[in-house]
């Protein structure tokens, strides 16, 4: 799932990473532990691998996991994530900012039709994404607000892209950042879908990935 977009601030914030490196050696080695979200693997490893041949000294140690991390306890040096850190002591640089796109396959909305508001979705069978402590509600706004909307759940996982298989095989629709979805759009395995309200995993329109 790799938006051309995010994998340039994906090397841009890793220069980041660099340049606190360089404050402390010359030839900087030692290991730099990393803990990202499973659905950032592919967008981080050009990243990666740019880093690494500027720096073949130092060891990579990634670890991809959405579990909430305690970067003392768990002796992460860096952690990306969709949310920032109640910690103390950690400096949080903003990555992206991006929407959630609302998606199915052409040949599921063919044979079903597509919903045109909030309340059509509770007619459609939904794939769900665990977070690290909930499974994510959806959420409509109207005048009065964010709310949660009333859906169907067909299948929750914690992996973005088996709720992109699934979608891609016709079993329901998935909510999901826009930078998982966007290659399959433009290829033409999943169309998004436009409602009269917005919609989003959390009470606001925007989320963050931040470099913790």
């Given at each position: 799932m790799i938006y051309v977009e995010q994998v340039r601030a994906g090397v841009t914030q890793l220069?980041?990473?660099?340049?606190?490196?360089?404050?402390?050696?010359?030839?900087?080695?030692?290991?730099?532990?990393?803990?990202?979200l499973p659905s950032f693997s592919q967008l981080l490893r050009p990243a990666v691998i740019a880093f690494n041949?500027?720096?073949?000294?130092?060891?990579?140690?990634?670890?991809?996991?959405?579990?909430?991390?305690?970067?003392?306890?768990?002796?992460?040096?860096?952690?990306?994530?969709?949310?920032?850190?109640?910690?103390?002591?950690?400096?949080?640089?903003?990555i992206h900012s991006h929407k959630y796109l609302l998606a199915a396959s052409p040949e599921y909305l063919k044979n079903h039709g597509a919903?045109?508001?909030l309340e059509d979705l509770q007619d459609h069978p939904a794939l769900?994404?665990?977070?690290?402590?909930?499974?994510l509600k959806w959420y409509g706004q109207d005048a009065g607000g964010w709310y949660e909307v009333p859906i169907s759940p067909l299948i929750i996982?914690?992996?973005?892209?088996?709720?992109?298989?699934m979608a891609r095989q016709h079993?329901?629709?998935?909510?999901?950042?826009?930078?998982g979805l966007k290659s399959f759009i433009n290829r033409g395995e999943l169309e998004a879908i436009t409602?009269?309200?917005?919609?989003?995993?959390?009470?606001?329109?925007?989320a963050s990935l931040y470099m913790i």
């Open positions: 220069d980041v990473a660099e340049e606190m490196v360089g404050l402390h050696s010359r030839t900087p080695s030692g290991t730099l532990r990393i803990s990202a041949q500027r720096y073949p000294d130092i060891l990579l140690d990634l670890y991809f996991n959405d579990a909430v991390v305690e970067m003392g306890r768990d002796r992460i040096d860096i952690a990306i994530r969709s949310s920032l850190l109640t910690q103390e002591r950690v400096i949080a640089h903003k919903p045109r508001t769900l994404y665990r977070g690290p402590n909930s499974v996982s914690n992996d973005g892209e088996t709720l992109v298989a079993r329901g629709l998935v909510l999901l950042p826009e930078w409602l009269n309200q917005p919609i989003s995993v959390r009470r606001g329109a925007e």
